[in-house]
């Protein structure tokens, strides 16, 4: 027989007060279901324990849900902020009128690439000339005398654009109403 085919034989004891079987002197139960119950004091701890971790879970979902919530408030007032330029955009536009010049056509992109960002993150323009006028969208600032019934009630001019980022209004559109005179 070699030397390699010889396996050494390990013996483990187990030196726990609780654990040791049939040990002269030991009145106390036993972890391991095969020797016995385990003592109540472990059973209490395990239940603290299960208790402990339950709890932090818990905690740890809350925050993560607040934490979610306030990046969320964050960018939603970052975008609002960010309107402003849009919004100043659009009355460079309107300042120019029928002007055709490079410039203008200048800001015209510039305004369109804008407004292509924002949409990648969600924030949309409102449709609002001509709607029914809608409180939960549409701020009305004014109102404007009508000829026709039609246009009674409705929004016959936008003075700010509207902004929804996804289903959530992210800002009310400032419009004249009319109203028949």
């Known amino acids: 027989m070699a030397d390699n085919d010889i396996e050494p034989q390990l013996r483990v004891v187990d030196r726990r007060w609780w654990a040791q079987r049939g040990a002269e002197g030991s009145t106390a139960p036993n972890p391991d279901p095969t020797r016995g119950p385990k003592p109540t004091y472990i059973e209490q701890l395990e239940r603290k324990l299960a208790d402990a971790t339950s709890e932090f879970d818990q905690a740890r979902t809350r925050m993560r849900r607040d934490m979610e919530r306030e990046v969320e408030r964050n960018v939603r007032a970052v975008m609002a902020e960010l309107l402003d330029v849009v919004d100043n955009l659009d009355r460079a ?20 690439q804008f407004l292509t960002k924002l949409e990648a993150f969600g924030v949309l323009r409102l449709p609002a000339l001509g709607e029914p006028f809608d409180a939960a969208v549409h701020e009305a600032i004014a109102t404007a005398p009508v000829d026709d019934a039609a246009l009674e009630g409705c929004v016959v001019a936008v003075v700010k654009e509207g902004y929804a980022i996804g289903s959530d209004l992210l800002r009310p559109a400032a419009v004249v109403v009319g109203a028949r005179g």
């Open 93 to 112: 536009i309107a300042a120019a009128g029928d002007d055709d010049s490079p410039l203008l056509a200048g800001v015209r992109l510039v305004r369109d």
